[in-house]
């Protein structure tokens, strides 16, 4: 017998509202405009490390290796590294090409 598909959790919404005029003023359309506000909320929500970098591309509907390859684009670092895990990850030399 097989198991029931598992369902999703229902989604909530948010509306943005704007005078029509802005969208010819910024030279874009509905759509673009609602992408770009998703993508400008998510990394927003990753900066501040509200959203991991899995939530925050599934919330702007892009993959999660889009969205950290975007990250550089809005000024978001997209790997956040104290010193100490820095001389870590650089610690051990890498091995040589020979």
């Known amino acids: 017998m ?7 959790p229902p989604l909530n919404a948010v509306t943005l509202e704007y005078p029509a005029n802005w ?11 609602a992408q770009d506000a998703k993508m400008a909320a998510a990394m927003k929500l ?3 490390e509200r959203f991991t970098s899995g939530q925050a591309a599934s919330f702007a509907g892009v993959s999660r290796e889009e969205f950290l390859l975007s990250c550089r684009q ?20 890498l091995p040589s090409r020979s």
């Open 2 to 8: 097989s198991k029931p598909a598992a369902s999703s």
């Open 23 to 33: 969208l010819a003023a910024m030279g874009t359309d509905a759509q673009r405009f």
């Open 46 to 48: 990753f900066e501040m």
């Open 74 to 93: 809005w000024g978001v670092d997209s790997v956040k590294w104290d010193e100490a895990e820095v001389e870590a990850e650089f610690a051990t030399p």
